[in-house]
């Protein structure tokens, strides 16, 4: 949950300087790991919030991420005995899926705005998807043994 609540705003960094035009190729950047010059600016501090190549490649990189930790949080959720539960960890490795493909699709379109949006909507459905599996979670809705409430 808090990573991707880091990777949020890191999206709306992204967004705020328009980085989602500067490197418009996947899985590379410009055909490399790393942007070129990704530490340019001056003072340093600077590049982590104005230099368009590396605000999009830490974005990148928290999106594999939250990739990576959805996944693991599925294969935990997906054992919960109660039926509400494994639904919303369903929904949240779908919603996660959503948005990486979303995620590839802003960058090789250079961030056209209708998928840009797109993008971020999803983020706003995943982050509700996320605070709602924790809480069933937490505080599981009691079904009987046939499945009914």
Known sequence: MHLLFLQIILGALVA?????????????MAGGFLPPDPLDLQPLWRN??????LVQFIHRMA???VAILAVVVWLHGRRSPHPSTRLAFHLILAAVALQV???I?????MAQLHVAIAHQAS??????LVI??????????????????
């Open 105 to 109: 699709w802003a960058v090789l379109s």
């Open 63 to 65: 999106g594999y991420a």
């Open 48 to 53: 982590f919030f104005e230099s368009p190549g």
């Open 16 to 28: 705020g300087i328009d980085a989602g035009r500067a490197f418009p190729t996947w899985p590379d």
């Open 132 to 149: 709602r599996g924790r809480f069933l979670a937490r505080h599981p809705i009691p079904t009987s043994i046939r499945g009914h409430r």
């Open 123 to 128: 983020a706003i459905l995943l982050w509700t």
């Open 101 to 103: 493909l979303l995620g």
